[in-house]
């Protein structure tokens, strides 16, 4: 330290010491080396109390003030004469007014003010006004009254609703931006889950209505096919049922090969499923002018527009038609397929007569048996030759395939009432045989039967019969298309064949449509009915269960379940159509309707569509969709004019005043209103934007946020009483980020609106600029905003838009022409693609920037020369990690040092303290630990960063694991110094989160340091 003098002469402070060398505390004695360059604080004080009453002390004796040689006492200790005592009090209140003058110095400089207040009053000398904050913004799906399903319904704007508070939270109101128009039924609709069930010869399943079809394993049942296909009928044997009573339905497969299934396995969390995690969800925020229609969609077949132009023509077709096309099916689609149970299984009568024995007339010996004819009334006559039922003697019982050689015989049963030859016999009375119902023999290949077995029956009648030597009383059946073999013709043989099994009495099935299994993904969308009244350009939000975690290629074992999936898109396209149907299993024949089909409306959504694939019986698709902000409406009178003042301010009584995005310079507005005897005045940045004579206001915030206007800046206000008046909305900040489904308690209730629900996160809420970001962003203040020329001009647009907390401009070497302006929100709050922060900062971009937007194109593209791009990426994150060992002073625990410690390191590489691109070095950590008071030294084992990938590649918890486990576990002796510098990207941000469980690893040492 040397001393300055004032006029190039001794100080005269009576210290013996030159001007050169100083005493240091000499009053004309500056410290030129206190205050180096870059420092947090200013030292400016000269007047500490022990120097100043030293000084005072020593002055008593000074040749010049004779008057004071009379004091007797001068010492520091008793005795002392009074006149110390003032001394004394000189020195301590010179030693106040030189602290609070030393703080007085430092609020006047950025870098060293500790009150936001100067921060605030020194970036308006520079014309920079902090930025007030955001309001998050959601969209909310509304749940109306379904009295009438299809009654329209108008849901004003300023429809409130609060959010559900968690521990710790209080309620935070959101109201509508926007009115709409909705209906009951698009409240929750639902993608078709049932086609038209298609039964073929090659079907193995059948979908039937209810639960109680009374069927078991090895019944029969009987499909009857429309007469224009060549194989109309065929009987199918049950193999399983399985009754689904959720949806009042039975699931009956038919005889196949079992098929073995494969266990489930869980599928461990690789970099596979974190990318499908990662995803972005579709947001289509755009409002619906923007969005581009396509006549030959507008009017094609099937199109809404079409029944639009009907009812607008003949306003009585209004409801009729909405009606008429709900119930309407398709022209071919009225389900010809017919499917009876048979009830009944029966035997033919004579089925378990005994064998009639042949005979020899001459021996009396029995040479064999013969078979009784299909009647009964005597055995088989055929020619010479093989025959079916003629079994030798001792042959057994005339099983089935058993084969003799039989002769003609004459009739032995004598006189028994016949049959018809297209009359059965069955073996017992059944009652439940009528008239119109089927009957199927099997086997079919029963001489005179139909080639598929199956006969209607025509005729029923109840008799007794004493053929085949067994009397009985039974049901005799008259089948149509049935012609049994009678004793003259000699073309076919009459034989009673044992194997034949009568099922009937037929019971019509009702049929129920069949699953639709596939999973919703991209493309267009069918419904699970009619919805008039969608139009293109509605906002709909499509949730569900997600399916595509996992690649098509993975095992089919593996599967992840449970993870759901929310996204906003836009109708593009409505179509109400009854397709052709589907859902045939079995192969064969082309499949026939077995259910009919009615009109269903197919939506089709504007790019960029779903992204993600859901499974189908989770989704829902809502349609009573409007955009909220966060905030409250408020009506005031904020007092009276008086034409005699040139500036009135009014506070409003209710804050934080609410700043919603749009595109603007700064990219907020506030929601202010103003009315001065009922003529509205517009606001005004700041005073000197305020022309003479002109309606206009100057909204002002203080440091505890109390907002004022400040009118009569131009044209003053008229006299008047309570003639002002104020619309305003209160409430901005982070507190409206509020979780997905936490905004559910519904405040106003138009009529007929039940409920409310966000589905998808409020995004965007931000919180006003602290003193950190004031420190940041004043010097913006001196950039031209509305002028974006160069890529810095760029970067200090985005940096001072509202609820953008840091922000970069990039480019790759090899593509020199394509800019990405890479952005993270306020203490990086979420950003999502689709959020109204950055739709409103594309657009601010383009306004501002002279670019051009073009639909559909992520980037935004210069006009002229030379051919640029500009797009907008969000920040990838990288976890700073430190591990490191600290010996403290003596007097020091460790446990009152490690707080300090652990703050001091969050705020030297804490998000507010680092930038994108920003490179971390070891030696900043050396140089933050060991300024924190108790530390003796530092031993750095480690620093650097721990990769977690991108939101395209991120990587997995394993291979995390292991680089963290490479960063942190290090030997020291094997340390040759410092660790090496981290790596880290242009669009990268590598900072220390707090929150981050085994990133900030600090340990006392108990041995010396490495040398």
Request: charged fraction near 20%; glycine fraction near 10%; hydrophobic fraction near 40%.
């Amino acid at each position: 330290m040397s001393c300055r003098p004032c006029v190039g002469a001794p100080c005269g402070c009576g210290c013996g010491h030159d001007t050169v060398v100083g005493c240091g505390r000499c009053p004309c004695a500056v410290a030129e080396d206190a205050n180096p360059p870059g420092s947090s604080s200013l030292s400016y004080g000269r007047t500490a109390y022990p120097d100043a009453f030293d000084r005072m002390r020593q002055r008593l004796s000074a040749a010049d003030l004779p008057a004071l040689r009379a004091l007797t006492t001068r010492g520091a200790g008793p005795p002392m004469d009074p006149a110390l005592a003032l001394v004394d009090g000189w020195a301590c209140l010179g030693h106040v007014l030189d602290f609070y003058g030393e703080r007085t110095v430092n609020e006047h400089y950025l870098r060293t003010c500790l009150h936001r207040r100067s921060a605030v009053e020194l970036g308006r000398l520079v014309g920079y006004a902090p930025r007030p904050g955001l309001a998050a913004d959601a969209f909310l799906a509304f749940t109306l009254d379904d009295v009438d399903p299809e009654a329209p319904l108008e849901v004003p704007a300023g429809t409130r609703a609060y959010t559900q508070p968690g521990p710790g939270e209080t309620m935070q109101p959101f109201e509508t931006s926007e009115a709409f128009a909705g209906r009951p039924r698009w409240s929750s609709m639902r993608p078709r889950l049932t086609a038209p069930q298609l039964v073929g010869t090659g079907t193995r399943r059948l979908y039937l209505a209810g639960t109680a079809t009374g069927l078991t394993k090895g019944d029969h049942l009987l499909v009857v096919l429309p007469r224009g296909q060549e194989t109309n009928r065929g009987v199918l044997t049950v193999a399983t049922v399985q009754p689904d009573p959720e949806r009042d339905r039975t699931v009956v497969d038919l005889e196949r090969e079992p098929v073995a299934e494969s266990p489930r396995i869980p599928v461990p969390v690789d970099s596979e499923l974190l990318t499908a995690l990662l995803r972005r969800p579709a947001a289509f925020t755009a409002d619906r002018e923007r969005l581009p229609l396509d006549p030959g969609a507008v009017f094609g077949r099937d199109s809404y527009a079409a029944y639009g132009l009907l009812e607008s023509a003949y306003p009585r077709l209004a409801r009729l038609l909405d009606v008429a096309l709900g119930g309407t099916a398709h022209g071919d689609q009225t389900g010809a397929v017919r499917i009876h149970a048979m009830r009944v299984k029966a035997a033919l009568h004579g089925h378990n007569a005994p064998l009639i024995p042949d005979v020899d007339p001459v021996t009396k010996a029995v040479r064999g048996y013969l078979e009784w004819n299909s009647a009964g009334t005597g055995p088989t006559v055929v020619t010479d030759g093989p025959g079916i039922g003629a079994v030798p003697a001792g042959g057994g019982s005339g099983g089935e395939g058993a084969q003799a050689t039989t002769r003609s015989v004459t009739d032995l049963s004598g006189a028994v009432p016949g049959l018809d030859p297209a009359e059965i016999a069955l073996d017992a009375v059944y009652d439940g045989i009528l008239p119109g119902s089927y009957a199927v023999l099997v086997p079919p290949d029963l001489p005179g039967s139909a080639d598929d077995g199956v006969h209607e029956v025509i005729g029923v009648r109840t008799t007794t019969r004493n053929a085949f030597n067994l009397p009985a009383r039974v049901t005799v059946l008259q089948l149509e298309g049935f012609s049994r073999p009678v004793d003259d013709d000699e073309t076919r043989e009459d034989v009673l064949d044992r194997r034949v099994v009568v099922y009937g009495q037929s019971e019509l099935l009702a049929l129920a449509e069949v699953p639709v299994a596939d999973d919703v993904c991209a493309g267009e969308l069918e419904l699970d009915g009619y919805y008039p009244g969608l139009h293109p350009g509605r906002r709909v939000i499509v949730t569900g269960e997600r399916t595509d975690l996992l690649p098509a290629d993975r095992d089919s074992r593996r599967q992840v379940t449970g993870v759901p999936g929310t996204e906003l898109v836009m109708i593009s396209s409505v179509r109400h159509r009854a397709p052709a149907g589907g859902g045939a299993d079995g192969e064969g024949e082309e499949p026939a309707a077995a259910t009919g089909d009615t009109v269903h409306t197919v939506l089709g959504f504007a790019d960029p569509d779903l992204r993600y694939c859901y499974r189908r019986d989770t989704v829902q698709v809502l349609a009573n969709v409007a955009h909220a902000t966060h905030g409250e409406s408020r009506a005031e009178v904020l007092g009276g004019g008086d034409a005699t003042r040139p500036l009135q301010a009014f506070p409003l009584r209710q804050g934080p005043l609410t700043y919603l995005p749009s595109e603007t310079t700064s990219g907020s507005t506030a929601a202010l209103e103003v009315r001065v005897e009922d003529l509205r005045w517009s606001e005004a940045p700041h005073a000197a934007a305020v022309g003479p004579g002109e309606r206009r206001y100057v909204i002002r915030t203080d440091d505890e946020g109390t907002t004022r206007v400040v009118l009569g800046l131009g044209a003053r206000l008229p006299t008047g009483t309570d003639n002002v008046r104020a619309l305003y909305r209160s409430g901005i900040g982070a507190v409206g980020n509020a979780r997905a489904g936490q905004i559910t308690v519904l405040a106003s209730r138009p009529n007929g609106v039940m409920g409310v629900r966000n589905p998808m996160p409020a995004t965007g809420g931000a919180d006003r600029d602290d003193l950190g970001s004031i420190r940041q962003r004043v010097p913006i203040g001196l950039t031209a905003l509305d002028r974006l020329v160069s890529a810095a001009d760029l970067e200090d647009f985005a940096r001072a838009f509202a609820g953008i907390g840091k922000a970069r401009v990039v480019s790759a070497p090899a593509a020199p022409a394509e800019y990405t302006v890479v952005v993270a929100g306020v203490d990086d709050a979420p950003l999502t693609a689709g959020s109204a922060l950055l739709t409103n900062l594309r657009r601010a971009l383009a306004r501002f920037g002279d670019l051009e937007d073009r639909p559909g194109d992520p980037v935004l593209h210069t006009r002229g020369s030379p051919p640029a791009t500009v797009g907008i990426d969000v920040r990838t994150a990288m976890l700073l990690g430190i591990r490191a060992r600290i010996r403290t002073l003596p007097d020091h625990p460790w446990e009152e040092v490690h707080p300090r410690l652990r703050d001091a390191l969050v705020a030297a590489f804490g998000f507010r303290a680092r930038e994108i691109g920003q490179v971390p070095y070891p030696g900043e950590a050396m140089a933050v630990m060991q300024a924190v008071r108790g530390v003796a030294w530092v031993d750095l084992l480690a620093f650097g960063t721990i990769p977690t990938g991108t939101p395209e590649e991120p990587r997995s918890p394993a291979e995390i694991a292991d680089a963290a486990r490479a960063l942190f576990d290090v030997d020291p002796a094997a340390l040759p110094g410092l660790p090496p510098d981290p790596v880290v990207g242009v669009v990268d941000l590598a900072y220390l989160a707090p929150d981050a469980a085994g990133t900030l690893l600090l340990e006392p040492a108990s041995e010396e340091p490495r040398p």
